[in-house]
């Protein structure tokens, strides 16, 4: 029999637990198994130097609480954890210390692996991935290539923001005011190369199968909108000048049509330069210039001031074929709709702003339906309802909806427009100019050389040819073929971005610029001698990397097969697990992400690879856990706390506890370091309730159940109920209040049997598993407690023979009283009488009515 100090001794108890799980691989998944399975999964985190902060570990304790709880209801249990490893702190890091960002990212993933083993948490450590090691980055760069070679990748020129005085493109977050967060110097917006992913083909698929989506409402209506679909009509406008074609837009609201007095383009419009006529082209210019400074989030904010330039150039409104002055402003995006907009300021709150500005006429041409239709009705402008059309010719008098039906109708009929969806969702710009991500697998060649790779039919390629034009010359882009696989980043001079605005990797010229074999993916550098044979050309690796996204969208598929060198995962093992059960991570990860990974789902969905075409079926946020001061916490507010410390002072388990008390699991929470001290004691309570001085068990577990009171059985099977279905519905906060109960009634018990004692300890074991498998082991359970069987309850001990009733007095509370469960009204007004508390106030007055609720109220009326 092991011994023990007389108080909870955490620090050797800790330690010592987490060994023996690592040595026997406690928490390892079998590859498949007659159990039911049961796939638990983290979002994996980001490892920075910070390490861990007290609000990381909320979401990992509740998975591993529940996955505890699932292996101990006979489930076979996956629970697996990796690193989100990619990104740019790593090479910001790089940058500024000039070290290889692998070195810095993994003394992160070290530390964060210490932290998160340190809490006892019951991952499958045999299944950890990195998505910067190459076996796993391989596959990342193989599921591009299905997107290359099925024309859901291209190349296109996007604006970013570029930063001269550091040579780097900056993400958009990194931009204030249009400067850069890191040293405040000016940024402009450059156009450069980038990958582009047609997200967009899955976009009614990605809105549709949100209703089959075990997921909180919020975050549908996220998505929801991210999507953004919606039903209208394409217009055509046509231009004076007969050498362009017409300008195109979208509009929900084709009704509105004969009141589009102007039109604005997006300042990054092709039609810009050629519509601009001279008197106007400095003015433009100028504008040009001042809106490329400005954020995405800046130009389409609300509240500021509209600002815009007139082209010199007009449209012809294909409605009534009046000139209308074509406007160019920066709350119109080009990577939104057409990049253009048909201007009704009578119906549209900004379109009226911006008109009343630079005094264009505002049309009416909708009132409300309880106004006359002939336009006398005096209605307060912009009027954004619904109701019927004035001032638009024919179709005057008509409800908008059967005039937005036909005007959409005649337009087609003229050619000058249609009916069609547009989705605010917009193509994923894929592609990184950093140093730090995933080589994107594709070499770029001449036209000659493509044309002859794709006679000879040996490279799988897309339908269409994915090119861009660079000093005069057309590159075409050769996919490396799967078994080239995974294409390693070359080392590098300096983590800087080239002079143009490429990656680093530009500067590798000899990874670059090679003699390539493209059914092979061999290559050589071009300064070497040509290879022998015919099928060796010359080639251009691409430069851009992949965003941070891409490791992410598909990790979960992985975990369930990490080690496989032929696939992402064995058909066995994709058909074994499927899709998580649960996924739980935060809610800031609620659009992008999830958009990202369902998109990669469904194409590999699509390609046969996988048998369900949704990756997650139920997904849980957990609340945020602030600082002690109310904030979210941060380096910068001072005010982090590390579970480093907490768990050097208090233990591991009283963190856990902690965390899963302070609230409903997706509740926010203020960390409150006095709670802490009473999670801390109801452990130690534990403790001492069950093991005595001498450190064998304590005195009051007997084996002879008999000795047991049956007020303490009862409660320790309505505790069984209860913690079990709160731990099934992730309710941990009341899970841990109902063992307090317990143990509370535990403390004035002279007794407890032996058998209830482990069946307590088996309960709070998921909770505290390190006190929990210590208990055990004195109790004489079979190590490790996390393999037993969940206790059952007994039904029969549940049922209730007398109900608590509360009394009120004209509505105010004046007592309880307990009688039997099957009492009526007038035995439960006796028992009211029979209290003397209750009965004072009942001694004033006549009873004029009775309200009696079973196992709720008794309200007496008394006047």
Not at 247 to 265: E, K, Q, S, Y
Not at 754 to 766: H, T, Y
């Amino acid at each position: 029999m092991a011994t023990h100090s007389k108080d909870y001794d955490f620090s050797s108890i800790e330690p010592r637990w987490q060994s023996f799980w690592a040595e026997n691989g406690s928490f390892r998944a079998e590859a498949s198994s007659p159990k039911p399975k049961y796939y638990v999964l983290d979002m994996f985190p980001y490892p920075s130097g910070a390490g861990l902060h007290i609000g990381h570990p909320e979401g990992y304790t509740a998975t591993d609480i529940l996955s505890r709880y699932k292996r101990a209801k006979g489930f076979n249990v996956l629970h697996p954890i990796g690193w989100d490893a990619f990104g740019l702190p790593a090479e910001q890091h790089a940058v500024k210390t000039g070290t290889h960002p692998a070195t810095n990212t993994q003394a992160n993933v070290d530390n964060f692996r210490r932290q998160i083993k340190a809490l006892g948490f019951s991952y499958d450590w045999d299944r950890e991935i990195n998505t910067t090691d190459p076996a796993y980055f391989r596959w990342t760069q193989w599921i591009f290539l299905q997107l290359f070679q099925r024309g859901l990748a291209y190349v296109d020129e996007r604006p970013v923001w570029w930063c001269p005085a550091l040579k780097t493109v900056l993400a958009n977050e990194e931009v204030v005011d249009g400067k850069s967060e890191r040293g405040n110097h000016p940024v402009e917006r450059r156009a450069l190369r980038q990958w582009v992913l047609k997200i967009t083909a899955y976009a009614d698929r990605l809105l549709k199968d949100l209703e089959g989506l075990d997921w909180p409402d919020s975050t549908k209506r996220m998505q929801e909108a991210w999507i953004g679909r919606s039903e209208g009509a394409e217009v055509r406008f046509g231009l004076e000048d007969p050498s362009l074609d017409d300008l195109v837009v979208f509009t929900t609201r084709p009704d509105t049509l004969f009141g589009a007095t102007f039109m604005v383009i997006a300042p990054e419009h092709p039609y810009v330069d050629k519509l601009t006529t001279p008197e106007q082209r400095d003015a433009v210019e100028t504008y040009r210039k001042q809106a490329a400074a400005k954020s995405d989030l800046e130009r389409t904010d609300l509240a500021k001031d509209k600002s815009g330039v007139f082209s010199g150039a007009f449209a012809i409104n294909p409605a009534n074929g009046q000139r209308v002055p074509i406007w160019i402003a920066d709350y119109v995006l080009m990577g939104y709709g057409t990049g253009a907009i048909m201007a009704v300021p009578a119906h549209d709150e900004r379109d009226f702003e911006f008109a009343e500005k630079y005094q264009i006429p505002v049309v009416q041409v909708i009132e409300p339906s309880d106004h006359s239709s002939n336009g006398s009705g005096k209605v307060e402008l912009p009027y954004t309802g619904d109701g019927v059309l004035v001032h638009s010719d024919d179709y005057s008098g008509l409800k908008w909806a059967e005039a937005k039906q036909k005007i959409t109708a005649d337009l087609a009929a003229r050619g000058k427009g249609k009916a069609t969806v547009n989705f605010k969702l917009r193509d994923w710009l894929f592609s990184r100019q950093r140093y730090w991500g995933e080589p994107i697998p594709i070499v770029w060649v001449n036209a000659a050389d493509y044309e002859a790779i794709k006679a000879a039919g040996e490279v799988q390629l897309p339908a269409e040819a994915i090119t861009y034009e660079a000093d005069g010359t057309t590159h075409y882009a050769l996919p490396v073929p799967a078994t080239a696989l995974p294409l390693e980043l070359p080392d590098v001079e300096s983590y800087l971005p080239s002079d143009n605005g490429e990656s680093p990797l530009a500067n590798a010229t000899a990874w670059v610029d090679i003699w390539y074999q493209p059914t092979t993916g061999a290559a050589v550098p071009a300064t070497e001698a040509q290879p022998e044979g015919e099928d060796w050309v010359r080639g251009r690796r691409e430069t851009n990397t992949m965003p941070q996204w891409a490791g992410s969208c598909w990790y979960y598929l992985r975990y369930l097969d990490p080690k496989n060198t032929e696939a992402i995962a064995s058909p066995e093992a994709l058909h074994y697990w499927r899709s998580p059960d649960l996924y739980v991570g935060g809610a800031e990860h609620a659009v992008l992400h999830l958009l990202y990974a369902r998109f990669w789902h469904k194409v590999l969905f699509d390609l046969g690879v996988l048998p369900e075409d949704e990756p997650f079926k139920r997904l849980f946020h957990q609340g945020i856990i602030l600082g002690e001061d109310g904030e979210k916490m941060s380096k910068s507010r001072g005010n982090v706390i590390s579970p480093d410390t907490i768990i050097a002072s208090h233990g591991a388990d009283t963190l856990r506890l902690y965390l899963m008390f302070l609230g409903p699991l997706e509740a926010m929470k203020p960390w409150n370091p006095r709670g802490i001290e009473g999670v801390h004691r109801f452990l130690l309570k534990v403790w001492r309730e069950f093991v005595g001085r001498d450190g064998e068990p304590a005195a009051k577990i007997v084996d002879d159940a008999s000795q047991e009171s049956a007020e303490l059985t009862k409660l320790l099977h309505e505790t069984i109920k209860k913690v079990g279905e709160d731990t099934e519905n992730l309710r941990f906060n009341t899970a841990i209040s109902q063992m307090m109960i317990f143990v509370n009634a535990l403390q004035k018990a002279p007794a407890i049997s032996a058998a209830s004692a482990r069946s307590f300890v088996q309960l709070l074991a998921p909770y505290a598993p390190h006190l929990g498998e210590e208990l055990w082991k004195l109790l004489g359970g079979a190590a490790p407690v996390q393999a037993a069987s969940w206790p059952d309850y007994d039904e029969a001990l549940l049922v209730t023979e007398t109900q608590k009733l509360v009394v009120q007095v004209n509505g105010k509370r004046r007592g309880e009283i307990v009688i039997a469960k099957d009492a009526d009204q007038d035995a439960a007004l006796a028992a009211a009488r029979e209290d003397d508390a209750i009965a004072s106030h009942l001694n004033a007055g006549e009873i004029r009515r009775v309200i009696y609720v079973p196992g709720r109220i008794l309200n007496i009326v008394v006047a």
